[in-house]
């Protein structure tokens, strides 16, 4: 089967940097996933990493490590508007996208 | 322009009842889903259809029925509604086996 870890809760000052880790156990892994979901409304897609590394999108990176089955999201310069739930999600040979548990991301002032 | 957008935003039903969610996309997308958020934010995809075709169906209640008129439209109807089925039910939509997916604003089902 498939399944994600991640933390279930995770908080920062703004201006600060954090890192929200994801452990995944799947069959058939194509890449790793990355959703951001405000409160009340849509997860929506923030970055996706197939290769082992760090990819950079302003100031969100992701990194996988496919051989440690891990990766993590790193938030840096923490605005206020961060503060959501984020998801990782994993796909595979079964054609549908599996996420984890969500860590709730709190930035205070 | 809305790319992916779902009605009605708010469901609130009795017990028993039945009710349809519709969705559509206008990215010229291949492939639509349902996915079911619960009271815990956990996310699980309950239908995948792809040019009209079901591909992935999980183990959900048949009294859940998607239909998919054509490739731009995913409804879902649900018979017979549980008190368990309150939830946001999303809709999304993406390019073939894409994991970039585009997802609907969401439907809040309060089943009384």
């Known amino acids: 089967g498939q399944s994600l870890e991640q933390p279930s809760e995770v908080t920062a000052v703004e201006g600060a940097i954090v890192q929200i880790n994801c452990t995944y156990q799947t069959s058939g892994f194509y890449g790793l996933s990355w959703y951001q979901q405000h409160d009340g409304g849509a997860p929506t897609f923030l970055s996706y990493?197939?290769?082992?590394g760090l990819e950079e999108t302003g100031r969100f990176s992701s990194f996988l490590s496919r051989s440690d089955s891990y990766g993590y999201l790193l938030l840096q310069e923490l605005q206020m508007k961060d503060s959501a739930s984020y998801f990782c999600a994993v796909g595979g040979n079964t054609d549908k996208l599996i996420f984890g548990t969500g860590t709730r991301l709190q930035v205070f002032p | 322009d809305t790319a992916v957008s779902q009605t009605p935003k708010y469901l609130v039903t009795q017990m028993g009842n039945d009710k349809s969610i519709k969705c559509e996309q206008n990215l010229g997308h291949d492939t639509m889903y349902w996915y079911k958020q619960d009271s815990k934010k956990f996310l699980k995809i309950m239908f995948s259809y792809n040019n009209k075709e079901l591909i992935i169906n999980e183990t959900v209640p048949n009294r859940f029925s998607p239909k998919s008129p054509d490739k731009a439209h995913l409804n879902l109807h649900i018979n017979s509604l549980e008190l368990g089925d309150s939830a946001v039910y999303f809709c999304?939509?993406?390019?073939?086996?894409?994991?970039?997916?585009?997802f609907g604003s969401g439907t809040q089902l309060s089943v009384l």
């Open positions: 999304a939509s993406s390019v073939g086996g894409s994991e970039k997916l585009f």
């Open positions: 990493n197939a290769l082992d």
